[in-house]
């Protein structure tokens, strides 16, 4: 294949598989929720499949993620642009719920995928090219 880019997040290839979800290690299975996450479209890191606790907030899930994504996340600082977490459909995703109360609240779903991107709202965004894990039995969790 060739060497060329794609501007913005174009349908790419996870650059891990569901099994193989990064984070599950030190979560408990009963908790553990599986996202397909894509990075801000400035990282240029291919989407992955990530493993995060139902217990933790929106904002613990997108701290752990950009750690882990070493994507940059200047969310402490005041005056800093922030690092969001939004739903396939686009929406903003409050920090403070649980992931548990995003599912519960229909936000976001097991294997769902999600975008960490900077700034309130997703700008040029088209959903169509995000891809979540395939819809299986008992997705939610691993």
């Known amino acids: 294949g060739g060497g060329t880019s794609q501007r913005g997040r174009g349908k790419v290839k996870h650059s891990n598989s569901v099994a ?54 200047d969310n402490l600082r005041a005056d800093a642009v922030r690092l969001c977490l939004f739903n396939q459909g686009g929406q903003r995703i409050s920090h403070s719920l649980s992931m548990e109360a995003c599912a519960l609240q229909g936000l976001v779903g097991g294997g769902d995928a999600v975008v960490l991107e900077y700034g309130e709202e997703l700008r040029d965004f088209d959903p169509k090219v995000l891809s979540g894990a395939k819809k299986g039995k008992d997705c939610a969790v691993m």
Do not use: Q
Not at 23 to 50: D, K, Q
Not at 51 to 64: E, I, L, M, N, P
């Open 20 to 73: 193989g979800a990064i984070g599950a290690s030190g979560i408990p299975e009963r908790e553990r929720f599986l996202l397909s996450v894509y990075f801000p479209v400035a990282s240029s890191r291919p989407p992955e499949y990530h493993v995060v606790s139902t217990r933790w907030t929106v904002g613990k899930v997108t701290d752990s993620l950009a750690e882990r994504g070493r994507v940059r996340n």
